[in-house]
């Protein structure tokens, strides 16, 4: 998809949203520091996923465990200067991604980046120093389900980003797709996790479903073979859900 064609796209669909003026749209996509990511634009379709989480001007987003800072670089041109974001590792998945940590600390440090704040915290639940609008994890919600986070639970992580957001606020969940019944089985072995339970726990602390995107579906993904498989490493079946907190937006 080419850069022209993808602004285009996001920016009418965040404008639906009642989100951020395209100029501004434009801007988060044409930073030098997003040539390499824009190859990655067409398999991640930000347009679509953004606009499940109604971005806007002024707006303050918590992306956890962000690696390459792909998303946290979209998030804060969208922002703006009067938003911000926060890159945030627990300790235990920074150790394992040392390179992505000081890389996006350097990104940070970019005039056009001084709204991000890339943070290595101690515990596996994140904190924040304000409310939030948006709480977002990407490939990350099954993984604290496993030993290396210490097992706190994603319907833990549910609770925490409940507390975390203001009222109205939304809490994206995109991640690999077990088969169905599977529950948390596969959260350690194949780095997947069973939609339907996602659901089911974010729904449990106190979240509304307030929609889903189906455009990482890949129905050719058998379910059963681990994420880092060469035949459908980046293109495995994935769910991408929104959940809003009760409550009047400010």
């Known amino acids: 998809m080419s850069f022209r064609i993808f602004s285009t796209i996001l920016a009418a ?5 009642a989100a951020a003026p395209p100029a501004a749209v434009n801007q988060a996509h044409n ?9 990655q634009d067409a398999r991640r379709h930000p ?26 670089r979209i998030f804060s041109g969208i922002v703006g200067p009067t938003g911000h974001v926060y890159a945030v590792w627990p300790n235990a998945y920074a150790k394992l991604a040392t390179s992505d940590v000081a890389s996006l600390r350097q990104i940070a440090t970019l005039p056009a980046y001084r ?15 304000v409310p939030l609008d948006v709480v977002w994890t990407s490939q990350n919600y099954h993984d604290y389900a496993d030993p290396f986070l210490g097992k706190p639970g994603p319907d833990a992580l ?5 507390r975390l957001l203001r009222p109205g606020g939304y809490f994206i969940v995109i991640d ?9 089985t596969d959260t350690d072995t194949l780095h997947r996790i069973d939609p339907a339970i996602v659901r089911r726990q974010a729904e449990a602390a106190g979240f509304v479903f307030a929609g889903e995107s189906r455009v990482l579906a890949n ?3 058998p379910l059963t073979i681990k994420v880092f498989d060469p035949r459908f490493r980046g293109r495995t079946n994935q769910f991408a859900f929104a959940f809003r907190k009760p409550g009047t937006a400010r």
Do not use: C
């Open 219 to 221: 129905t050719s993904d």
């Open 115 to 129: 709204n991000v704040t890339v943070e290595v915290q101690p515990q596996a639940l994140p904190t924040a120093p």
């Open 176 to 184: 690999h797709r077990s088969a169905p019944g599977r529950g948390m």
């Open 31 to 39: 930073e030098s520091s997003r040539a390499q990511d824009r190859k």
């Open 47 to 72: 347009a679509e996923l953004v606009a499940l989480a109604h971005l806007a001007r002024g707006q303050r987003v918590l992306d956890l465990i962000p690696g390459g800072g792909y998303w946290s």
């Open 13 to 17: 669909t965040l404008t639906l949203a």
């Open 158 to 162: 549910a609770r925490d980003a409940f």
